[in-house]
């Protein structure tokens, strides 16, 4: 079974500096794939960007970016210029790129709460 | 386009009592999914759709719990009875069920509260 471990309960960043959240996971496939998810306080879960396991190169999406190191299966998010908004939980989470019974399913790391200071 | 919307928002309903959460997925998503999301931690699939079939209900206490999704669109997640441990949150999520490009999206949530 795959699992997903985010070690850092709590992050706390300046407003427009940068920040790391850190996300490793155990899996014996070799094709799947990656998110990380924002969750503000309302709870709405937003996803902020993905990863396919085949891609060499990093995802980027504006101020977010990636750092996917598949062999020592590691995915940490920056987050670049923070800001307020950028304020709730990041979850991590892994899918299997197979389409069979159980695969599909996300599997969640326990969460990184970012708090983001003026 | 209108996202995934869930109703209620919150319920608050005494312990052995049914409860009943409904959702509605994106308009042409074929793959809906209900995950538990209990306090401080990642959230738990529970049931998978694929039209009206499901395909995944391994984790779902079906002592308890039930689901349908009788016209492959909307959904229901029903805990009768409810018990103290139920407290949480209950997230629907759907996706267009492409494997190549699945990516799920995630409604508001009910969170239930059993006294």
């Known amino acids: 079974a795959q699992t997903v471990t985010q070690s850092q309960p709590e992050m706390s960043v300046q407003e427009a500096e940068t920040v790391t959240l850190s996300c490793t996971y155990d899996?014996?496939?070799?094709?799947?794939?990656l998110f990380w998810y924002k969750q503000p306080p309302s709870r709405q879960m937003i996803l902020v960007i993905r990863q396919e396991a085949y891609k060499q190169q990093n995802a980027t999406e504006n101020r977010f970016s990636v750092n996917f190191q598949k062999a020592a299966k590691s995915f940490s998010l920056k987050i670049s210029d923070s800001q307020l908004g950028d304020a709730a939980m990041y979850f991590c989470?892994?899918?299997?790129?197979?389409?069979?019974?159980?695969?599909?399913?996300?599997?969640f790391g326990t969460g990184t709460r970012l708090q983001v200071t003026l | 386009e209108a996202g995934v919307v869930q109703s209620p928002r919150y319920k608050i309903i005494e312990k052995k009592q049914p409860v009943a959460f409904w959702c509605n997925p994106i308009s042409g998503h074929n793959t809906l999914y209900w995950y538990l999301q209990n306090l401080g931690q990642g959230p738990e699939l529970l049931i998978r759709y694929e039209n009206e079939e499901a395909v995944d209900d391994s984790q779902l206490p079906k002592d308890r719990f039930s689901a349908e999704r009788l016209k492959g669109v909307d959904s229901t997640l029903k805990i009768q009875p409810a018990e103290l441990g139920d407290s949480a949150v209950y997230l629907c999520?759907?996706?267009?069920?492409?494997?190549?490009?699945?990516?799920?999206?995630f409604g508001p949530g009910t969170r239930l509260t059993v006294l």
């Open positions: 989470a892994y899918r299997s790129a197979r389409d069979a019974g159980t695969a599909s399913k996300l599997t």
């Open positions: 999520a759907s996706s267009d069920g492409d494997t190549n490009t699945d990516t799920q999206y």
């Open positions: 899996t014996s496939e070799s094709d799947y794939y």
